[in-house]
């Protein structure tokens, strides 16, 4: 079994920054790819950034719309997620969550999720 507990969400103005972290149960977490992603009311949840396993090169990747204001990084020892989230828009307004990518499931295919943390930018 798989748990995720975002945190770090909150209000901040535009060009603000926020530092969100997820802890990891699980000895998955090591091994795999890690993700953040953020989901608004109506819409899809999309994976804005995510990161390989340190024993493959721990690379990064970004969605465009967060290239070079957002930076993703793990510690392994810690099985600890982080999303360093810099110069904030209102469009980055969305509720995040850490996951697998591809997400983890059970065994019957359901997706295990966290709460995730509420993200708003506004002035």
């Known amino acids: 079994q798989v748990q995720l507990v975002e945190s770090g969400g909150g209000l901040v103005q535009p060009g603000g920054s926020l530092t969100l972290s997820c802890a990891a149960s699980?000895?998955?977490?090591?091994?795999?790819?890690m993700g953040w992603y953020r989901q608004t009311p109506g819409k899809e949840r999309e994976l804005v950034a995510k990161?390989?396993?340190?024993?493959?090169?721990?690379?990064?990747k970004y969605a465009n719309s967060v290239k070079g204001r957002f930076t993703i990084s793990r510690d392994n020892v810690k099985n600890t997620l982080s999303l360093q989230m810099n110069t904030l828009k209102p469009e980055d307004t969305a509720v995040y969550y850490c996951?697998?990518?591809?997400?983890?499931?059970?065994?019957?295919?359901?997706?295990?999720w966290g709460q995730g943390t509420q993200v708003t930018v506004s002035s």
């Open positions: 996951n697998g990518d591809p997400p983890f499931t059970d065994y019957s295919g359901r997706e295990y």
């Open positions: 699980g000895r998955m977490f090591s091994i795999n790819t």
């Open positions: 990161i390989t396993s340190i024993t493959i090169g721990g690379s990064t």
